[in-house]
């Protein structure tokens, strides 16, 4: 009887190497490509779906035990933290006693106790004060503020599909630009940008296949996808390739998804969270971006448990690309706000 050899597992390192790397003034140009209408019809699309009123605060990691997580969202402030029991509640930010920054008040036993004037609150509705519906996805944090989204609310996010966190290396980075969430959107629906604006991250890139006709109340599907070919850039001619698929679900969400090559099932979501005007008026966004890393490889284990050292590193890298993406984001608005934005 024929003996059967078990597949190979994979190896511990992922890389490849680049058999004829080609110099970054001499890739073909992308911009015939990479038209404006192309951009904002998918833009338009991720408009049209709902939210249910969800947005999205910050990383499930920031809530601690002594302090709220404290953000504006749509030009409200927030507060979020848990309760004596374990659940998240959320709610104002200001005291409805004589308004102190409920931001800077201590947790004790899962009370937010005011510094004014020793005012608690324990998550449920007291003394003029009104919790928010919030929601703990595992990786981040969601509130749900009806006035602000006016759309028909529903009792949870719409979270993207993801790996299970269990076997997952996750990390969340947030950075903020002077723009509108639409900005933030419409850069990660352009991956055509990705080798040319980021060649420290990416090369060789290819827009394999865009959107083709979609029902914008649909939610996004194969059809409604951006699916790139492109080589994560490690050192030198060392690469990792991989194919993805970017959708966008919602107005305020990007989703990339690794459909092929290493790490395959993973993801990265990108969160645009309206903040509110600055004091000259001008419109702030927080980019709020988890990603959610799976691999079969045999040093990936490894890796999860080296998590606390990684996530600081992951962060660090989401930061460099969203340094020059937020740049591309707030010149967009800038642009637009003007009348001088030609897409």
């Not at 997952?168 to 991956?191: F, H, I, M, S």
């Amino acid at each position: 009887m024929k003996s059967v050899r078990p597949p190979r597992r994979p190896g511990i390192l992922p890389l490849s190497l680049r058999r004829d790397p080609v110099a970054w003034e001499r890739q073909r140009p992308t911009w015939r490509e990479a038209r404006p209408a192309l951009i904002a019809d998918a833009l338009k699309r991720a408009q049209a779906r709902p939210t249910g009123n969800w947005y999205v605060v910050g990383a499930s990691r920031e809530l601690r035990p002594d302090r709220p997580l404290a953000r504006a969202v749509a030009g409200r402030e927030v507060v979020l933290w848990r309760n004596a029991g374990g659940r998240l509640v959320a709610g104002p930010g200001n005291c409805p006693h004589l308004g102190a920054p409920l931001r800077d008040s201590p947790l004790r036993c899962g009370t937010l106790v005011c510094r004014w004037h020793g005012l608690g609150l324990d998550g449920g509705a007291f003394a003029g004060w009104e919790p928010w519906p919030a929601h703990d996805d595992g990786v981040l944090v969601w509130v749900r503020l009806d006035e602000a989204g006016a759309e028909e609310p529903t009792a949870r996010p719409a979270v993207p599909e993801r790996p299970a966190t269990a076997g997952a290396l996750t990390a969340v980075y947030t950075g903020v630009g002077v723009c509108e969430p639409d900005d933030v959107v419409a850069n990660r629906l352009d991956p055509w940008h990705g080798a040319w604006f980021h060649p420290y991250s990416f090369v060789d890139l290819t827009v394999v296949r865009t959107p083709g006709p979609a029902d914008e109340h649909q939610a996004p599907t194969l059809d409604d996808a951006f699916t790139v070919d492109v080589s994560f850039k490690v050192a030198g001619r060392l690469v990792v390739p991989v194919r993805a698929d970017f959708t966008a679900p919602g107005p305020r969400t990007v989703v990339m998804r690794i459909t092929g090559g290493e790490g395959e099932g993973s993801v990265v979501e990108t969160h645009a969270t309206p903040l509110g005007p600055d004091a000259l008026g001008r419109p702030r966004t927080a980019v709020v971006e988890a990603v959610v890393a799976v691999s079969e490889r045999r040093g990936f284990t490894a890796a999860r448990r080296a998590a606390p050292l990684l996530r600081p590193v992951m962060r660090a890298a989401a930061a460099r690309l969203w340094r020059d993406d937020l740049a591309y984001a707030e010149r967009r608005w800038a642009l637009r706000s003007s009348g001088r934005f030609p897409g």
